[in-house]
């Protein structure tokens, strides 16, 4: 289970901001690992949060007993990094707040047995977002099993596990 995650983004507090939104959440600063970070909290069972730091921000591990933190870093627009939410929004409702910020939004079926919207954050970073009946499909395919099942489909055999 993830609790957390952290991307980055040009602008962190408006970014936060529309995840938040998309989850009928909150969104603060978020000042422990650099300046100008905000965070996205959903408000939910887990807590689950998004921190988004500066665009360009790298993690570094602190020194002695000190906490990881960030330095600023060379800015990268891409990234294979990317991450699934669920929102109760409708898709409508998704597309629409994708569009008012002038951010490619489209409907994708991943493999033809899940349906989600990739939303492009300030055109760069993708998130997934799940309205309620794509959660449903997404829980119902994504077991160890459906997996498993899926690459028997594809031909693709399943890897046994490497012994030390």
């Given at each position: 289970?993830?609790?957390?995650?952290?991307?980055?983004?040009?602008?962190?507090?408006?970014?936060?901001?529309?995840?938040?939104?998309?989850?009928?959440?909150?969104?603060?600063?978020?000042?422990?690992?650099?300046?100008?970070?905000?965070?996205?909290?959903?408000?939910?069972?887990?807590?689950?949060?998004?921190?988004?730091?500066?665009?360009?921000?790298?993690?570094?591990?602190?020194?002695?007993?000190?906490?990881?933190?960030?330095?600023?870093?060379?800015?990268?627009?891409?990234?294979?990094?990317?991450?699934?939410?669920?929102?109760?929004?409708?898709?409508?409702?998704?597309?629409?707040?994708?569009?008012?910020?002038?951010?490619?939004?489209?409907?994708?079926?991943?493999?033809?047995?899940?349906?989600?919207?990739?939303?492009?954050?300030?055109?760069?970073?993708?998130?997934e977002v799940l309205t309620p009946?794509?959660?449903?499909?997404?829980?119902?395919?994504?077991?160890?099993?459906?997996?498993?099942?899926?690459?028997?489909?594809?031909?693709?055999?399943?890897?046994?596990?490497?012994?030390?």
């Amino acid at each position: 289970m993830i609790f957390h995650v952290s991307i980055d983004a040009d602008d962190p507090q408006h970014v936060a901001e529309v995840i938040a939104e998309l989850w009928d959440g909150q969104a603060t600063p978020f000042p422990p690992v650099i300046e100008g970070s905000w965070v996205a909290l959903a408000g939910d069972d887990r807590n689950t949060i998004i921190e988004v730091y500066p665009r360009g921000t790298e993690l570094v591990p602190g020194d002695g007993d000190a906490d990881a933190h960030g330095i600023p870093g060379a800015p990268d627009r891409r990234s294979a990094t990317h991450i699934a939410i669920a929102t109760r929004l409708d898709a409508t409702s998704v597309f629409a707040i994708a569009e008012r910020e002038g951010w490619l939004a489209k409907y994708r079926k991943r493999g033809g047995v899940f349906g989600v919207i990739e939303f492009w954050i300030e055109g760069s970073r993708m998130i997934e977002v799940l309205t309620p009946a794509m959660q449903g499909e997404y829980l119902a395919a994504m077991t160890v099993e459906g997996w498993n099942g899926l690459l028997a489909s594809l031909g693709i055999a399943r890897q046994a596990p490497v012994m030390a």
